[in-house]
C-alpha cells in the first residue's frame, strides 16, 4: 500500500507563494508519474500539473502556466508544486497524487492515478 503525504498549505494574501510538497511511502521502486489536483468548494476536482518522470515532461492546466512549477525526486517519490502570483481564485484544496505505472497524459490529467493524498488546504485571500 502506497501513502501520499502533502504538506504545505495555507493562508496567504493574493500576489503571494505557496509551497506545497507530497511524499510517497511504502512502494521501493519508483513511480511513473505524479501529479497535483485541486477542489475547490462547490466544484468538481481539477487537474493543476504532472511530472512523467520518463523524459521529465512537466504540463499544467491554463490558469496555472507562468505560475505555477512542479518538481520532484523520481528515486525519493517527493514532488513539490510551487505557487507564485496566487489568485483568491487559487483556492481550493491541493492534493497529490501518483501513478506506479505507465499511462498517458491524456489519462493522468483526467486523473487516472493510483494513489492520492489527503490534500491541503490553500486560501488566497483578497
Known amino acids: 500500500q502506497v501513502q501520499l503525504v502533502e504538506s504545505g498549505g495555507g493562508l496567504v494574501q493574493a500576489g503571494g507563494s505557496l509551497r506545497l510538497s507530497c511524499a510517497a511511502s511504502g512502494r521501493t521502486f519508483s513511480s511513473y508519474a505524479m501529479g497535483w489536483f485541486r477542489q475547490a468548494p462547490g466544484k468538481e476536482r481539477e487537474f493543476v500539473a504532472g511530472i512523467t518522470w520518463s523524459g521529465g515532461y512537466t504540463y499544467y492546466v491554463d490558469s496555472v502556466k507562468g505560475r505555477f512549477t512542479i518538481s520532484g525526486d523520481n528515486a525519493k517519490n517527493t514532488v513539490s508544486l510551487q505557487l507564485n502570483s496566487l489568485k483568491p481564485e487559487d483556492t481550493a484544496v491541493y492534493y497529490c497524487?501518483?501513478?506506479?505505472?505507465?499511462?498517458?497524459?491524456?489519462?493522468?490529467?483526467?486523473?487516472?492515478?493510483?494513489?492520492w493524498g489527503q490534500g491541503t488546504q490553500v486560501t488566497v485571500s483578497s
Open positions: 497524487a501518483a501513478a506506479f505505472s505507465v499511462r498517458t497524459r491524456v489519462r493522468i490529467i483526467a486523473g487516472d492515478l493510483d494513489y
